[in-house]
């Protein structure tokens, strides 16, 4: 009977092992900054800074003219994907540069785009909160002929709020 149940738990843990062994998803990096600006500085702001990078048509938007329950405005930013690259012989290295390059045996890329998504606050008169993300995606053409989305590994994400921060610094002299 001990045997039997040794077997069993061998097998029973032999089952769960590659379960673990798989490779964590990456987690999303979120960048939060709290800013001496109202939320409509910071709108024009996010407006801005999305023109300067060639995207400057939200998919998604909402001006922070909303109130909450307390008062206070909030606005969100949903950026188009923008295109980073295009074309087989550059996409792969874009991809590798920006984040983790997704893992398909022998796959082909043929763009690079990130998406942008700005979540505004104001947290007391004259101070709002910036919550931002960024998503990876591109198409794979010759192994799943589809387009896959993914996290990035937070350079673009950096480079995107130090433009926003500096342009919000700037309508505030």
Not at 72 to 81: D, M
Not at 139 to 152: A, G, L, M, R
Request: aromatic share 8%; with cysteine; net charge neutral.
């Amino acid at each position: 009977m001990r045997a039997i149940l040794s077997i069993l738990s061998f097998f029973l843990l032999m089952g769960s092992v590659p379960a673990m062994a798989q490779d964590a998803e990456p987690e999303p990096i979120i960048l939060t900054e709290i800013v001496s600006a109202s939320a409509g500085k910071v709108y024009r702001a996010v407006e801005k800074s999305m023109a300067e990078v060639g995207c400057p048509k939200p998919q998604a938007f909402t001006r922070p003219d909303e109130t909450l329950d307390d008062g206070l405005l909030k606005g969100k930013w949903v950026s188009e994907y923008c295109m980073l690259q295009e074309g087989t012989d550059s996409v792969k290295a874009y991809i590798k540069k920006y984040s983790e390059l997704p893992r398909i045996r022998g796959g082909i890329w043929t763009t690079c785009r990130v998406q942008y998504t700005f979540n505004i606050k104001e947290v007391e008169e004259g101070k709002s909160k910036i919550i931002l993300r960024a998503q990876m995606s591109g198409y794979e053409e010759f192994i799943t002929q589809s387009t896959h989305f993914w996290p990035s590994n937070g350079i673009l994400e950096r480079a995107m709020m130090a433009r926003l921060l500096a342009n919000i610094s700037a309508s505030n002299k």
